[in-house]
C-alpha cells in the first residue's frame, strides 16, 4: 500500500510526499488482475492520477475513486451531487472509473 500526500508539514509523516501523479508513476504496484488502485482527494488530484494510472496498465474496472466531495445533502433529496441518473450520497460516493465512463462526461 502506498500512501501520498501532496504536501505535509508534519515532520512524523512516514509517507511519500509530492506531485501524486509522479509518486504513483514511480511506486505504483504492477496492475494485474488482482491489483486495484483507490484514489481519495479533490478533484483535480483525481483527474490527473487516473491517466498515470492508466498509462501503467490499471483497466477502468481496477482504478477506484472516491466522489464525495459532489455531495451536498448526504441524504439524495437536493439531487445536487448527480453523475448523470447517479447520486453520488446514495449511489457512491465510491466509484471505479468504468461506472464514472457510463455516465455524462461532466465530471
Known amino acids: 500500500m502506498h500512501i501520498t500526500v501532496d504536501g505535509t508539514n508534519d515532520p512524523s509523516w512516514k509517507y511519500h510526499t509530492g506531485f501524486v501523479p509522479q509518486i ?57 451531487c448527480n453523475i448523470g441518473k447517479e447520486l453520488v450520497c446514495k449511489d457512491g460516493p465510491v466509484f471505479t472509473l468504468e461506472e464514472i465512463n457510463q455516465t455524462p462526461k461532466e465530471y
Not at 477502468?60 to 466522489?67: F, G, V
Request: glycine share 8%; aromatic share 6%.
Open 24 to 80: 504513483v508513476e514511480q511506486n505504483a504496484p504492477k496492475a494485474d488482475e488482482d491489483t486495484y488502485a483507490i484514489i481519495c482527494g479533490p478533484p483535480i488530484m483525481i483527474k490527473f492520477t487516473q491517466p498515470s494510472l492508466t498509462t501503467l496498465g490499471y483497466k477502468e474496472h481496477q482504478i477506484i475513486m472516491s466522489l464525495e466531495n459532489r455531495m451536498k445533502c448526504g441524504i439524495g433529496m437536493c439531487g445536487r
